[in-house]
């Protein structure tokens, strides 16, 4: 099926509501072709397939459920939101994330800039006109420089894993649902039905999302003004929302943007999941290019 989406506007107001109409339509298939298996031979997020990584995922998602909690994600958000630990450019970062490998990942044990690039560059191929999307590709996962000493090396289930909303429901969509009893707003009637402390349609931005390098990247962008379109940010904040994005979850707190952004999303997560392999790319010889889209829409260093 081919599905046509409109053009984001890049150095768009973030405060700016409008989607204005591009004649220049994108076609969703950008000719990605999907690989059926991971670089481990199985299904991609196969959280069942039996091998060595399916117990420190499953323990990974135990303790991320535990503890993600609307008060906990109002503290970390309020604690990082003040962007006053680091300066440090783009990429600067990407070489400090290069000593991580994300534990509740199922599809990949490379060093993250593997990934990063190989996201980004698989998007350059098929989208060769939207920079934006490329240079989307590449920050991505930037927020967990989190795991990092520097920002305070928080434990992996602070920092990566799918995401969802705290402050109403845990939608059964959610990766080992399970957990979740064991979080104390599970029991909370002001947190545990369907709208919690949200109204319908109130849009996603209005929504505390379970604390992770998503949102934190996302705060890092917008506060230091980025010229990157909001389709972008709408990328980095809710590219781990699985159930959102893979399921339709939460769908009735979206608002009019939110759907637009998330055509974008689906264009993306594509090549997020997908481009996972044990190709490495050159990296000194990509890197010029990279640096002129970071010139482009971060002219400063930024503050995290
Ligand atoms: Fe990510
Ligand atoms: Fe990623």
């Known amino acids: 099926m081919t ?47 039996e091998s060595d990584r399916k117990k420190t995922v499953e323990e990974f998602y135990r303790t991320n459920h535990l503890h993600q909690s609307y008060a906990f994600v109002k503290r970390m958000r309020e604690e990082y939101g003040k962007l006053n630990r680091v300066e440090m450019s783009i990429w600067e970062s990407i070489e400090l994330l290069n000593e991580f490998v994300d534990d509740s990942d199922p599809d990949l044990d490379e060093p993250q800039i593997e990934h990063l690039l190989q996201t980004a560059e698989a998007i350059r191929k098929d989208y060769p006109n939207e920079d934006w999307l490329h240079l989307t590709g590449l920050i991505h996962d930037l927020g967990k420089v989190l795991l990092h000493p520097s920002f305070g090396e928080l434990p992996q289930w602070a920092v990566v894993g799918d995401t ?70 709408f990328i980095i904040r809710y590219h781990s929302f699985y159930p959102l994005h893979r399921f339709g979850a939460y769908s009735y707190l979206m608002n009019e943007e939110d759907k637009e952004n998330l055509k974008w999303l689906h264009v993306f997560n594509k090549y997020d999941l997908y481009s996972k392999s044990k190709v490495r790319i050159d990296v000194e010889k990509v890197k010029p290019y990279y640096l002129s889209l970071i010139e482009k829409y971060f002219p400063a260093k930024l503050k995290w």
């Open 3 to 49: 599905i046509t989406l409109e053009r984001p506007r890049i150095g768009v107001d973030l405060g700016e509501k409008k989607i204005i109409p591009d004649a220049n339509e994108l076609v969703l298939d950008g000719g990605f072709s999907v690989p059926e298996t991971n670089a481990f031979g199985q299904t991609f997020r196969d959280y069942n397939a």
């Open 164 to 233: 969802f909303p705290v402050g109403c429901a845990f939608d059964e969509s959610n990766v080992h649902h399970k957990f979740f009893e064991g979080n104390s707003d599970y029991h909370n009637p002001k947190f545990n039905t369907k709208y919690g402390v949200y109204s319908e349609g109130c849009g996603l931005e209005n929504v505390l999302m379970s604390w992770g390098h998503d949102d934190y990247m996302y705060l890092v962008a917008k506060e230091n003004k980025t010229t990157l379109p909001s389709a972008a940010l």
